[in-house]
């Protein structure tokens, strides 16, 4: 057996500079010489002789940081983006092995509009520098008893499906997904394209009229009950609450919008791996005039008066007129700013929040072909919501869990070598806490896994070419996801879903916020969305 490898920088890479903007700008950060300036932190720094200095400088080349750059730069402004990790993408990695290609986290790419118009924007067509495909069927759904539910455009379809277990939900179908597209219109109009930055723009009466259309209060699984009552059913549209890292029992039901987003607007894939939609953003960035400096770590967001002059960078100081952060908006005040400069995010604010689910991932390399796998299929469990339990409630790993399998060499040659296919295989794990131990746990859990999926039909996966596992540990190393979240934090409550963190600091001028703990949310075409609103907001604040 291929012995499961623990990642390390599962790309085989050490950290570089992609600095393709400036030729010498990175070296030139430590060169910044300049008058002496006296910051709020007491510590002295180099500032800038002006040459240099930034218009804005975004922490974070994710989706959120790179779609903010690129709207940014399209208004000329001076952009520059500093990201840890050897490559841009955030939680999206490239990871190539053997002639095997995978994306190491997100693979459901909805809403393509969000996507668009980061390239309509800048003026430039998307598909010169990334293509979509839809893919119908969307998604397989298989339930423990084996039954099999193709998630289809055509409704006809879907329904002769779910008449196959039960005549009655297929029967209430139709009123559900108007139901879902009337929840996507609301959604849209009032929350996914608007920046809520002050009182008056979430305590109005349209926004409250909103509110109360979408019933609040009512969770995700109830709203879904009032449809269909077979388990199956309930899953597979129960599920959509872990696309925003949360629970169908304890989320609102506003996430029922998914079936109407997934069903009628579509599920699609990216010619060459889902990377290359951050490879064309990166493109577009760099030719709007972004500086996108890798292996650059922010470790101090530097403030004089309450106003942010700039970051301390593991290369020196680098000054900047505004600052936006797209790391997870908990670990930037935790580990960016000093307690005296965040008294509205206290140590004991950021406590209160519960964080999204995490997920523990395997890539397997396999010279094998599953005909029974499309590009998404999903295992459900006998049991939905036991999982949830362990999840959120004992904070602990399924003991019998949902696996996706995400496997795009269904959808495109090339992704492989001949005769084999690339799995990128997904569990939901608990945010990190003390009530799981991921170093005794990792190599028992992977194994685990794998079984599961063997007594489903998906086996040989234990002689695997390329095994490679990431628990939320190396989510929370990679990226600096608060406790390993990979949603920022959960939409479990009303208050962290219609109330998340806002776009702008409240201790600190000149500090935004973009990405999944922010406002609109989490995942990726909500994150490029946020990028945009606050892209948008910025460079009109700036005069542009
Ligand atoms: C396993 C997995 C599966 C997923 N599946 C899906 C899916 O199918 N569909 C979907 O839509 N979404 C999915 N998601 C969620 C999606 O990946 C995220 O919502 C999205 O990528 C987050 O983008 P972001 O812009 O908020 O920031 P991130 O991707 O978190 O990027 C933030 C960047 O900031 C950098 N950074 C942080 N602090 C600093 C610092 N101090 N100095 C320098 N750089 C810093 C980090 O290194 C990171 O690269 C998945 C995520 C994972 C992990």
């Known amino acids: 057996m291929q012995s499961v490898q623990e990642n390390g920088n599962g790309d085989g890479s050490e950290d570089t500079e992609r600095d393709q903007g400036i030729g010498e700008g990175s070296k030139g950060v430590g060169m910044l010489l300049g008058k002496e300036m006296k910051m709020d932190n007491g510590h002295r720094a180099e500032a800038s002789n002006g040459n240099l200095k930034q218009d804005v400088i975004i922490i974070g080349a994710g989706f959120g940081g790179l779609s903010c750059a690129i709207r940014l730069a399209t208004a000329g402004l001076r952009v520059t983006i500093l990201e840890r990790q050897a490559h841009v993408g955030g939680k999206l990695q490239q990871i190539q092995q053997d002639g095997y290609h995978f994306d190491r986290g997100p693979s459901t790419i909805t809403m393509p509009d969000a996507f668009r118009s980061v390239f309509d924007q800048a003026g430039v067509v998307m598909e010169n520098y990334v293509q979509l495909y839809e893919l119908e069927p969307r998604t397989r759904n298989v339930f423990a008893d084996g039954t099999v539910v193709d998630l289809s455009r055509n409704r006809g379809w879907m329904k002769e499906q779910i008449a196959v277990y039960s005549p009655e939900d297929a029967l209430r179908y139709d009123a559900f997904m108007d139901e879902s597209a009337a929840l996507y219109a609301e959604a849209n109009r009032h929350f996914l394209g608007k920046l809520l930055l002050n009182p008056s723009d979430k305590y109005n009466l349209q926004m409250l009229r909103s509110l109360l259309r979408v019933r609040p209060t009512v969770r995700l699984d109830k709203l879904l009950r009032r449809y269909f009552s077979h388990p199956h059913t309930l899953a597979m549209f129960g599920r959509y609450a872990t696309y925003v890292g949360s629970s169908p029992y304890l989320s609102p039901s506003i996430f029922a919008m998914m079936g109407h987003v997934e069903a009628e607007v579509g599920i699609y894939g990216v010619k060459g791996g889902t990377y290359q939609l951050i490879e064309g953003m990166t493109r577009l960035a760099q030719e709007k005039g972004v500086r996108i400096l890798t292996g650059v770590e922010v470790h101090q967001i530097v403030t004089r008066h309450g106003k942010v002059i700039g970051v301390d960078t593991d290369r020196g100081f680098m000054e900047a007129e505004q600052v936006v952060a797209n790391g997870d908006v908990l670990s930037v005040n935790r580990l960016l700013l000093a307690p005296e400069h965040r008294k509205r995010m206290s140590d004991a604010r950021i406590a209160k929040y519960e964080p999204s689910i995490s997920g523990f991932v395997t890539l397997a390399g396999v010279r094998r072909k599953y005909d029974q796998l499309l590009h998404h299929t ?19 790993m399924p003991s019998d869990p949902t696996i996706y399998i995400c496997y795009s060499g269904y959808s495109e040659a090339g992704m492989a070598p001949e005769g084999a296919s690339n799995l990128f295989i997904l569990v939901n794990a608990p945010y990190l806490s003390q009530a799981w131990n991921w170093e005794e746990q990792k190599y028992r859990y992977g194994e685990f896994v794998l079984e599961q999926l063997e007594a489903r039909g998906i086996g040989g996966l234990m ?68 990028g945009q609103l606050v892209g948008e907001r910025l460079a009109t604040e700036l005069g542009r």
């Open 463 to 530: 002689q695997s070419e390329v095994l490679i596992c990431y628990t939320p540990q190396h989510i929370e190393r990679d990226t600096l996801a608060h406790q390993g979240s990979i949603y920022g934090i959960s939409s479990n409550s009303v208050k962290q879903t219609f109330m998340r963190p806002g776009n702008q600091s409240k201790d600190v001028q000149g500090l935004w916020y973009v990405g999944g703990t922010t406002h609109p949310g989490g995942g990726t075409p909500i994150v490029t969305l946020s």
């Open 378 to 396: 999903v295992f459900f469990p006998e049991q939905y919501k036991l999982e949830f339990d362990d999840i959120f409630r004992d904070r602990r």
